[in-house]
């Protein structure tokens, strides 16, 4: 059974920083890509970060150069680390694991973004 269990996730001023965790558990996390997307109220899932088995990266333009996705094979966990945050980086941001011909999501952590 695969879980993703996101974390990490909280109220944080303009300009601040944080650092979100996705643990996996029923896949062989290392052969997998990951990627965390986020979802504001009235507004579609949206791209935020990918980190492939290989350790390629690829970011939303909206947060290239604020937001790293890294990835510790031996702990089954990805991270997202954010800095500079901006009030329209409020949002819920899920986990998501491709695996085969299926992918599966996290049910997300809360992130608000005060001005």
């Known amino acids: 059974q695969v879980q993703l269990v996101e974390s990490g996730g909280g109220l944080v001023q303009a300009g601040g920083s944080l650092r979100l965790s996705c643990a996996a558990s029923?896949?062989?996390?290392?052969?997998?890509?990951m990627g965390w997307y986020r979802q504001a109220p009235g507004k579609q899932r949206e791209l935020v970060a990918t980190i492939t088995s290989g350790g390629s990266t690829d970011y939303g333009d909206s947060v290239k150069g604020r937001i790293t996705i890294s990835r510790d094979n031996a702990k089954n966990t990805v991270y997202l680390q954010m800095n500079s945050l901006k009030p329209e980086d409020t949002a819920v941001y899920y986990c998501r694991a491709w695996v085969v011909l299926n992918d599966f999501w996290g049910q997300g952590t809360q992130v608000t973004v005060s001005s």
């Open positions: 029923g896949i062989i996390f290392r052969v997998h890509n």
